[in-house]
């Protein structure tokens, strides 16, 4: 594998998997008060975003990091509108 | 502008201003208990590594977003350091 597809999926799996301890540790406090729902928002939009960005010129690991992201960022969403305030 | 031109920059645009709410909500409320350290350490690594990936193929617009983005993480990592426990 060449140094640059190495680093994008490092990258791409970094970003997504980000995602992953925030929704343990909002589900585990049962608490989203401090998650602000714009962040939420815009980061889900920009996420479909890119998925047509992805499908518009074909690139498979960015539709897919992002179809991904996108729905644990809206499962981010549905904890801050199940828990927030 | 072209259609994938203007859907990169408004995809990039929407991924890295979702983060300027979140940081406001942390100041605001002078606390970070919800927020995942770990999600604030793996995004600032994954964008760390998309600005490799820019700089590695000359695409200006992800070294760009990704150092705006790597700067507000940081910030963020900083409140979770400050107002987290």
Redesign the interface.
């Given at each position: 594998m060449q140094?640059?597809q190495t680093?994008?999926l490092?990258?791409?799996?970094?970003?997504?998997?980000?995602?992953i301890?925030?929704l343990?540790?909002?589900f585990q406090?049962k608490?989203?008060?401090?998650?602000?729902?714009?962040?939420?928002?815009?980061?889900l939009?920009?996420?479909l975003?890119?998925i047509?960005?992805g499908i518009?010129?074909n690139l498979t690991p960015i539709i897919i990091w992002n179809a991904i992201g996108a729905v644990l960022t809206s499962i981010l969403l549905y904890a801050k509108l199940k828990y927030g305030k």
């Open positions: 140094l640059e680093l994008g490092a990258a791409g799996m970094l970003v997504t998997c980000s995602m301890p925030q343990i540790r909002v406090l608490s989203a008060r401090e998650i602000s729902k714009f962040f939420a928002i815009l980061l939009m920009g996420m975003c890119w047509a960005y518009y010129l």
